[in-house]
């Protein structure tokens, strides 16, 4: 979700009451955020709902995570996370993300040294494991989460892939609810989840469902999963309209333009609709003339100009 999960996507969501229960940062560089890197005043906007927001952190360093933990902390939040799951190149190579899985006695180690730091709720993302060619035990995924939570942490969000797997095969979901049977804290699910029917059935298998990519494309989709709960006629049928997928990405772009800086506004959007124009039996074609824009209004000629053109075909 990096470029993906800002105040202006926030805002969008929140505007499809009621929005999401809770909504997680983008990663947090530890180290840029504590040495005042240029742009962490926008990674650390906690707007529309701060008392929805968690924090998401990422580093490699123990004293620039701690330092930036107890930062974070005096904010108005819902709580602070750390990312042992992300497997990017980038971050890898850092030691940050899911190499912290590789040392479970370091990572024990940090939890000890943030915790008395942190009054909020304390989180973390992390992964089944580092293997790459067969698939990780249980009984290691455990013996890691057992010893974070020893160490004080509140609620563990499980990506159930290995670090290399990318999304070249299916989430194991079973370790997701099998890891909530062994331990005493909330064990949050992610992975894989195409719809509001199935973030409803597999919030029975654990104690909350995060979800990414499909949040990209249907930001409706809180608003869905609370009208099931309900058991009431959904607000946003099956067939989309063309009217409601036109508004929502303008609504999108007109969002971007205020809280993101314009540094941000080429790459924040590209991401946006690389995943937003699935809703478009023609979405290939609408990608590829946002792609060739270099600023917003580009942007947004080319997105109403691919209805109109529709329109009169």
């Known amino acids: 979700m990096a470029e993906l999960s800002h105040r202006a996507l926030r805002e969008l969501i929140e505007g499809f009451k009621p929005g ?12 840029a955020f504590v040495s005042g890197g240029l742009f962490e005043k926008w990674y650390v906007d906690n707007g529309p709902c701060p008392e929805k927001l968690v924090y998401q952190l990422v580093g490699g360093n123990e004293d620039h995570l701690c330092q930036a933990a107890a930062l974070l902390d005096r904010e108005n939040c819902l709580g602070i996370d750390l990312n042992m799951g992300c497997s990017a190149p980038a971050i890898t190579r850092a030691g940050a993300g899911v190499r912290w899985m590789a040392c479970p006695d370091k990572a024990g180690t940090l939890i000890r040294k943030i915790r008395p730091l942190v009054s ?5 993302k992390l992964r089944t494991g580092l293997e790459d060619n067969s698939p990780p035990t249980l009984e290691n995924l455990v013996r890691f989460c057992r010893r974070l939570e020893e160490e004080g942490v509140d609620l563990i969000t499980l990506h159930p892939r290995t670090s290399r797997e990318k999304f070249k095969r299916k ?12 331990l005493g804290i909330p064990v949050a699910g992610n992975g894989d989840i195409s719809s509001a029917e199935e973030i409803e059935s ?14 990209i494309r249907q930001p409706w ?6 009208r099931l709960e309900e058991v009431t006629v959904t607000l946003y049928e099956d067939a989309l309209s063309d009217s409601l997928v036109k508004e929502t990405g303008l609504r999108f772009l007109e969002l971007l333009a205020i809280h993101q800086p314009p540094e941000f506004h080429l790459s924040r959007a590209r991401r946006f609709f690389n995943y937003f124009c699935d809703n478009l039996f023609w979405g ?9 824009e ?10 109403v100009s691919s209805f109109l053109n529709r329109s009169e075909q």
């Open 284 to 292: 290939n074609h609408v990608k590829n003339l946002i792609n060739r």
């Open 120 to 124: 909020r709720r304390l989180s973390v």
């Open 20 to 31: 999401a229960d809770e909504y997680f940062s983008e990663m947090i560089s530890a180290g």
């Open 221 to 226: 989709v809180f608003s869905e999963v609370k």
């Open 294 to 303: 270099n600023d917003l209004s580009g942007m947004k000629r080319a997105w």
């Open 171 to 182: 989430a194991r979901w079973e370790y997701v609810s099998a890891l909530r049977g062994e």
């Open 202 to 215: 597999r919030s029975l298998e654990c104690d909350a469902v995060m979800i990414g990519r499909l949040a």
